[in-house]
């Protein structure tokens, strides 16, 4: 397999709107990388410039996701499909984060999309991580008999405090495509009065080579910091509209969610 198997850039925006009790609508833009699990642990695979568990202008560390304490990723999302029913027998996992950029990065969503060894995607999970720390994960299984290329619709109840403006008595819902030339992401969320929160992250593919980390580099020199700085100040602009606060609530004990059935 080639570098060029071995993930994209993808160059685009993330669009947050609040529904209720007032409006409320941001967009920023940023570029996120697809990198296929395998890939990344070889450097003939991988870009110079992406480092692997260090330091580097741009680094992916296993820290950051699944377990978060420095053991592989791939292990941790198979052992999710395994509590579902799932085996994608050794096939490619690809996962959607920012990177760190000179050692920094928050993540408030990485995805992974998990194919069995014919190219099937047979789930999606969802790692979700809040500005306190806490990490959660929702692993949905797919429609097996969703057309080739049709959108991708799954829902989840929430169950992981994330925004201190939106109770926990909510459901996802997702529909997103399997990234190609475009990257296109949106999740409604909804609440007892209906819903409440519209979110969206779209791109562009671009190769992943050093040429093209630098172009994002120059392009958004502080991404990562611009990403934690920008949640709170929605937040405080949330506040300042008079946004109701929920209490922080505990993780669930179990570090993912299976979600039984893939109707959306």
């Known amino acids: 397999m080639s570098r060029e198997d071995a993930g994209s850039i993808y160059d685009g925006s993330v669009m947050h709107a609040r529904l209720r009790p007032f409006r409320h609508r941001f967009v920023y833009r940023v570029f996120t990388l697809l990198l296929d699990l395998d890939a990344l642990d070889d450097p003939a695979r991988r870009p110079r410039l992406l480092a692997r568990n260090r330091f580097g202008l741009f680094s992916i560390d296993d820290r950051d996701h699944g377990r978060r304490d420095g053991s592989p990723l791939r292990p941790w999302v198979e052992g999710a499909l395994a509590r579902a029913g799932i085996d994608i027998g050794g096939g490619p996992i690809r996962m959607l984060c920012f990177p760190r950029i000179l050692g920094y990065v928050f993540n408030p969503l990485t995805i992974y999309w998990c ?9 999606v999970l969802y790692e979700v991580k809040n500005t306190f ?4 994960g929702y692993l949905v299984p797919v429609d097996p008999d969703r057309a080739p290329g049709a959108p991708i619709e799954q829902r989840a109840d929430k169950g992981f405090y994330v925004s201190p403006f939106i109770g926990m008595a909510s459901t996802y819902r997702f529909r997103l495509n399997e990234p190609g030339e475009a990257l296109s992401v949106l999740i409604r969320q909804s609440v007892p009065e209906g819903p409440i929160l519209v979110a969206t992250l779209d791109g562009r593919r671009r190769p992943l ?4 980390l630098l172009r994002m580099f120059v392009a958004h020199p502080l991404m990562t910091v611009k990403v934690f700085g920008a949640i709170h100040w929605e937040a405080a602009r949330l506040w300042l509209k008079g946004a109701r606060f929920h209490r922080w609530r505990a993780p669930p004990e179990t570090d993912v969610t299976i979600r039984a059935g893939f109707s959306p």
Do not use: P, V
């Not at 194919?115 to 789930?123: E, N, Q, S, T, Y």
């Not at 720390?133 to 959660?136: I, R, V």
């Not at 080579?209 to 093209?212: E, F, L």
């Open 209 to 212: 080579s050093d040429a093209g």
């Open 115 to 123: 194919h069995d060894r014919d190219g099937r995607l047979r789930a």
């Open 133 to 136: 720390g806490d990490q959660h």
